[in-house]
């Protein structure tokens, strides 16, 4: 990922190796933006832009009283919404091909690959924890209102 990602962007860059142990590119999003202070701002939005023509894909994550007036409406406008959580620029090292038929997977990974390297004890503390402390989980969950899928004029877009 070019260095100057990190200029239209306010998340923390973990990775900047498209190839790094199959991961691609993370970002880590502000405090507050997701978990506990997520939920206690009573929730929030997440719009993901993917643009092949201006050749880049940007990511926002808005906590309720941050929500963009506009996202609701048929015509949502990015270009209003401020500065992106993440921004990936598509070109030689990772080009708009790459990116094509997108599916939203919504995933609870209890003790997946990255409880290796933050979760206290690793993978094995992890899985400690979920098998002796489930209460542990009260509060790990999903609620949504719903999801939107909006396509520019003239893209073929289907939503299932």
């Not at 973990?14 to 691609?24: A, F, I, P, Q, V």
């Not at 926002?60 to 941050?66: E, Q, R, Y």
């Not at 609620?143 to 939107?148: A, E, H, W």
Request: net charge negative; glycine share 12%.
């Amino acid at each position: 990922m070019p260095t100057d990602a990190q200029k239209f962007s306010t998340g923390f860059y973990l990775r900047n190796d498209y190839g790094t142990h199959d991961s691609g590119c993370g970002v880590a999003a502000p405090p507050g933006t997701y978990n506990v202070g997520f939920n206690q701002a009573g929730g929030g939005v997440f719009a993901m832009e993917w643009d092949p023509e201006r050749k880049f894909i940007r990511g926002w994550n808005f906590v309720k009283p941050n929500i963009p007036s506009d996202i609701n409406s048929p015509n949502p406008n990015p270009e209003t919404w401020g500065m992106p959580m993440a921004y990936f620029p598509l070109g030689d090292n990772c080009t708009s091909d790459h990116f094509r038929n997108h599916t939203i997977v919504m995933d609870m990974a209890f003790c997946g690959g990255a409880a290796n390297y933050i979760f206290p004890g690793g993978v094995n503390g992890c899985i400690d924890v979920a098998r002796n402390q489930p209460s542990a989980y009260s509060e790990a969950y999903w609620l949504f209102d719903y999801i939107k899928v909006f396509c520019k004029p003239g893209q073929n877009c289907i939503a299932q």
